[in-house]
Nanobody
Framework: QVQLVESGGGLVQAGESLTLSCAAS????????MGWYRQAPGKQRELVAI?????????ADSVKGRSTISRDNAKNTVMVNLQMNSLKPEDTAVYYC??????????WGKGTLVTISS
């Protein structure tokens, strides 16, 4: 079992920056990768960025070049941060933290709303 707690969502203006944080606890040694997904109204959930336990990163084309995902490993928790710059109205969505275990089981956070005003 992995528990995920997200923070950092809110209302920001276009062009500004925002950092989302996700704290993972529980069976963190089994985590193979952690990432952020988002779901805009009327759209399917999509990958934003992912980072593996080895430090490999992957970004959606829509955020590449203006977003950075990072990971900090502590004794009992793993923190994953997503910094997003030059935010656009189309970045508005509910952002979900994801942890994928070595067994390919997935865990999800409850989501945090990000609203970008134009």
């Amino acid at each position: 079992q992995v528990q995920l707690v997200e923070s950092g969502g809110g209302l920001v203006q276009a062009g500004e920056s925002l950092t989302l944080s996700c704290a993972a606890s529980g069976s963190i040694r089994s985590i193979a990768a952690m990432g952020w997904y988002r779901q805009a109204p009327g759209k399917q959930r999509e990958l934003v960025a992912i980072i593996t336990s080895a430090g490999g990163e992957n970004y959606a084309d829509s955020v590449k070049g203006r977003s950075t995902i990072s990971r900090d490993n502590a004794k009992n928790t793993v923190m994953v941060n997503l910094q997003m710059n030059s935010l656009k109205p189309e970045d508005t969505a509910v952002y979900y933290c994801n942890a994928r275990l070595d067994s390919f089981m997935n865990y999800w956070g409850k989501g945090t709303l990000v609203t970008i005003s134009s």
